[in-house]
């Protein structure tokens, strides 16, 4: 399973699913007054009957891209680390397993690049991850509130895949991007509803 494996469930179920054009009738109606001799009518506008939502496969293409080209230079760190400490690897499941057990050395400049990689502001860090999946979830559905269910179920079944191939509780950093993904899951779902929320900082 590779580290895209939460977006690539996401994707999975979009397509599965369809993705075609909705067509939603929207919650807010802007109307438009006529007058006439009984007083004012108003007349819903043609542009509020509907709210059709499509997904943007331009934004969803650059997300995958930028998320495969960090796997990618996350992966050739990996590798030159196990390659100086004589491990060799036979699939890609391989990596993770190493990295779940813990028994390797890494250089300061390693150290200091994972670090800044899974800072508060890093790549990896919880606020750009959870982010990033919220992005793609919205990008893939063209912001669709209805798709909202799903695409939480399709994060949680890529999250399930990623505990399955790490073999054993992801670390603390993947749980708090997990919790971080799942209410900015509800503030849309809220925000969808006319309601707001706040997201208290992890």
């Known amino acids: 399973m590779s580290v895209n494996g939460v977006t690539d469930a996401l994707t999975a179920t979009y397509t599965a699913t369809g993705n075609t054009t909705v067509k939603k009738t929207a919650e807010s109606q802007s109307a438009s007054e006529t007058t006439t001799n009984e007083g004012v009518v108003y007349e819903q506008s043609e542009a509020s009957k509907t709210q059709k939502y499509k997904p943007n496969a331009e934004l969803v293409a650059k997300l995958k891209a930028d998320a495969e ?29 190493f990295l779940a057990g813990g028994n390797f050395t890494v250089s300061p400049e390693v150290k200091a690049q994972a670090q800044a990689d899974i800072a508060e502001d890093g790549y990896w860090g919880v606020e750009q991850t959870s982010d990033r999946i919220l992005d793609f979830a919205k990008a893939l559905t063209g912001g669709d509130p209805d798709k909202i269910e799903e695409m939480r179920a399709a994060f949680e079944k890529g999250f399930k895949q990623a505990t399955g191939t790490w073999g054993r509780e992801l670390p603390e950093i993947s749980q708090k991007t997990y919790q971080a993904v799942m209410d900015k899951f509800d503030a849309w779902a809220e925000e969808a509803n006319g309601k707001t929320t706040v997201i208290e900082e992890q």
């Open 69 to 97: 080209a960090r796997t990618a230079q996350f992966r050739t760190l990996v590798e030159q680390m196990m390659s100086k400490q004589g491990v060799t690897i036979g699939k890609a499941d391989d990596i993770w397993s």
